[in-house]
Every structure is written in C-alpha cells, then in structure tokens.
C-alpha cells in the first residue's frame, strides 16, 4: 500500500459500559479525556481515535477522527458485558474503514493500535462467539500488524484476554484506571515522536511492541503488589 501515512498512528479504544462500572465512570471520562487533550498537544505525526462502548450492546460513537477534532466523552455504565460483540464489531467495522479508505487511495494509517477496557467477564454477546473473536484479533495482528492490548480492572485472572489471545495484557485496580490510560498516552507519543523523526516503520513497530509490552508488565506487578498474588489463568 504506497498510501500509507508513516507518520500516523490510529487508537481504537473499545470500553466497557456495563453496569459494573458504574462506579467508574467518572474516572473512565477523565482518563479518556486526558489521553485525548495530552495528543492534541502534541505536533508531532497523526493521531486518530475510533470509540466503541459495549454493555448489552455494542455503541460506535465514532471511526477515525482527528484527535484534535474530538470533544466530550459522553459515557454512562448500565446492563450486562457483551464484550466479544464490542470486540468483534469495532474489529469489523475498523476493517470496512480502512479497506474503503485503501481501496479509493485515501491516505491510511501505519499502525492502528486496540485497546480493550474491561473489569468483567463475558455474558451477553449475541453476534460473535470467543473463537470467532480470537480468530479475527489473530489474522489482525498477523496478517496488518495491528496490536491489541487488554486493560483489565479489578479482575484477577487472565482468564478473558487469554482465551482471546491477547499478546499484551495489563492489570490493575479501579481506583488506579488513569494508570491504563497512561500507558496508552505514553505508548502513543514515542510513537508519534519517532514517526515524526523519520523512524523506519519496522523499527516504529518493534519499538511500540517492546515498550506495551513494557508499560503493561510494569503497571500488572504493582497490581500484584498492592493484592498480594500473581495474575494467572484458573
């Protein structure tokens, strides 16, 4: 694809709205808001945002908007936790974005980078199962370099992002939700700052790789810490 924008990176944020996170919203807000008036700031490279929520059904609130043309957050927690639909669709119809945007020779993004919030487990998707999902996060992630990683909140198995096959995964409290976010902010500013540098693309995406990787680990051990007992599958 020789429309491919090196310098331009795409977040595609896919939260939870069930009700459990009632309790959470105005951190879920204020987090996001954060991420998104910190990459205005920044000058260097492109940034675009795509927001999905998902409770009993799955919300597009947008695809692929400038961050500096992004406003308020409206979000609100009530309901179940249909996050395979959540996943599966933003996946879906992310791909139909860019697929359009390649096929009419529009500019496109060198990485789209997933991030999926959650504090609960599966139990309401109707339209994609768990292998389905992990299919398509797979032929994502290998065949258009696509990273996803698994925010996790008050959860203490690694269960769900296992078993969709997350690569990165990060763990932590409610209370610490800004530390997720923060990940994502750092993550995203090398990216842009390299980007804008003239960083060969495979080098962009080694680096963004090994410092998810990085944040993730660092921000799940001080969850452990702060528990007392490792995260692992049961």
Avoid: H
Avoid at 28 to 40: C, T
Wanted: hydrophobic share 35%; with cysteine.
């Amino acid at each position: 694809m020789s429309n491919v924008n090196n310098k331009w990176i795409n977040l595609c944020f896919i939260i939870d709205a069930s009700g459990s996170m009632y309790s959470s919203r105005e951190d879920v807000i204020g987090g996001f808001k954060k991420v998104i008036d910190e990459q205005k700031a920044i000058k260097d490279g492109k940034a675009t945002v795509s927001l999905y929520t998902f409770n009993d059904t799955v919300t597009e609130k947008y695809i692929g908007v400038d961050v500096n043309d992004i406003e308020k957050f409206e979000y609100d927690a009530s309901g179940l936790t249909a996050m395979n639909d959540g996943i599966g669709i933003a996946i879906t119809n992310m791909g139909k974005w860019l697929y359009e945007r390649d096929k009419n020779n529009e500019e496109m993004p060198s990485k789209t980078l997933v991030v999926v919030m959650t504090d609960g487990m599966e139990n309401s998707s109707k339209e994609y199962t768990l292998e389905r999902v992990r299919e398509m996060i797979k032929e994502q992630s290998e065949k258009y370099s696509w990273e996803f990683i698994y925010m996790g909140s008050d959860i203490t198995t690694s269960n769900a992002a296992d078993e969709l096959g997350f690569k990165f995964k990060t763990y932590g409290s409610k209370k610490s939700l800004f530390k997720n976010y923060n990940i994502i902010n750092t993550v995203t500013s090398s990216y842009r700052a390299s980007a804008n540098a003239g960083t060969p693309i495979n080098t962009l995406n080694e680096s963004l790789a090994m410092m998810l990787e990085e944040e993730a680990e660092a921000n799940t051990k001080e969850y452990e810490s702060e528990i007392g007992r490792k995260i692992t599958s049961v």
